[in-house]
């Protein structure tokens, strides 16, 4: 009997020890050889990975321009959400400002309002979203002065992601809306 015990004991001893151990996270050590010049110039060009994400993203809205086109000259085509929201972020509505005041110019131009979404969640639900996505763009570009008549939504949901990864990243960069031209 106090075997048992002895043996349960040391068995949840090792388990607990177990789940600290893998709980535990690894830090790493920078190291600087003070021999070479090129060291300086090395780590610039390296650049961390989190820096390099956070440079993209505020949140977990995209903010970088690699995927971004432009609707016309110096107007860019796209606005970009965060997970499960339709709000404008500061940034998008300067973006839809200056598509707004393009519009405007060019009143013999209609434009397709495209809602998009990333690869999480049913395609249902991601319909809807691009739907509700490009409603709120459509509705932003109508208080700057262009008519409804001008603009259509359409919503893709996942069917079409500007980026096939499965990361934070690239889930930033689909969950969009996208203004191009109709015709």
């Not at 009997?1 to 830090?27: D, E, Q, R, S, Y």
Request: net charge positive; proline share 2%; glycine share 6%.
């Amino acid at each position: 009997m106090n075997l048992i015990k002895i043996l349960k004991n040391a068995f949840l001893v090792v388990m607990f020890g177990l789940i600290v151990t893998a709980c535990a996270t690894k830090k790493s050590v920078k190291t600087t050889d003070s021999t070479t010049s090129t060291t300086k110039a090395a780590e610039t060009q390296k650049a961390d990975p989190i820096e390099k994400l956070d440079a993209l993203m505020q949140g977990d809205v995209y903010v970088g321009s690699d995927t971004v086109g432009e609707l016309a000259s110096g107007v860019p085509d796209r606005v970009f959400f965060a997970t499960n929201e339709i709000i404008l972020t500061t940034a998008s509505r300067e973006t839809l400002r200056k598509q707004a005041a393009w519009l405007r110019q060019n009143s013999d131009v209609t434009v397709v309002v495209e809602g998009h979404a990333d690869e999480r969640g049913t395609r249902e639900y991601n319909l809807a979203l691009g739907e509700r996505r490009a409603n709120a763009a459509k509705d932003y570009l109508m208080t700057y002065g262009v008519s409804s008549d001008r603009i259509k939504v359409l919503s893709y949901g996942k069917e079409r992601p500007v980026d096939s990864g499965s990361n934070p990243l690239s889930w930033s960069k689909n969950r969009r809306s996208v203004t191009v031209k109709a015709n």
